[in-house]
Nanobody, 116 residues
Framework: QVQLVESGGGLVQPGGSLKLSCAET????????MGWYRQAPGDQRELVAT???????EYGDSVKGRFTISRDNAQNTVYLQMNSLKPEDSAVYYC??????????WGQGTQVTVSS
């Protein structure tokens, strides 16, 4: 059974940094590409970044050069280092496999608020 637990969010000033973590408890982690997603109030869920099992990364245009996704396959954990944060980065951040499907469940997410 897949369980995803995100952590590391919080309130940060514009220009600040946060590092998010996501622990996944099933054997699927070592097989699948992982992604970080975010959803702001009133918006659809947006793909932020992905990482393959081998470490190849891709980023959405809005976060390129500011965010870094990484993973520790031994710890079943995926990370998102977020630098130079902007108010428009405020959202609930989720991790999940990529691509997603309606059959996948989602964790609680972690709230990121960028505000002065």
């Amino acid at each position: 059974q897949v369980q995803l637990v995100e952590s590391g969010g919080g309130l940060v000033q514009p220009g600040g940094s946060l590092k998010l973590s996501c622990a996944e408890t099933s054997v699927m982690f070592s097989i699948y590409r992982m992604g970080w997603y975010r959803q702001a109030p009133g918006d659809q869920r947006e793909l932020v970044a992905t990482i393959t099992t081998g470490g190849t990364t891709e980023y959405g245009d809005s976060v390129k050069g500011r965010f870094t996704i990484s993973r520790d396959n031994a710890q079943n954990t995926v990370y998102l280092q977020m630098n130079s944060l902007k108010p428009e980065d405020s959202a609930v951040y989720y991790c999940n496999f990529y691509p997603t499907s309606p059959a996948l469940s989602w964790g609680q997410g972690t709230q990121v608020t960028v505000s002065s």
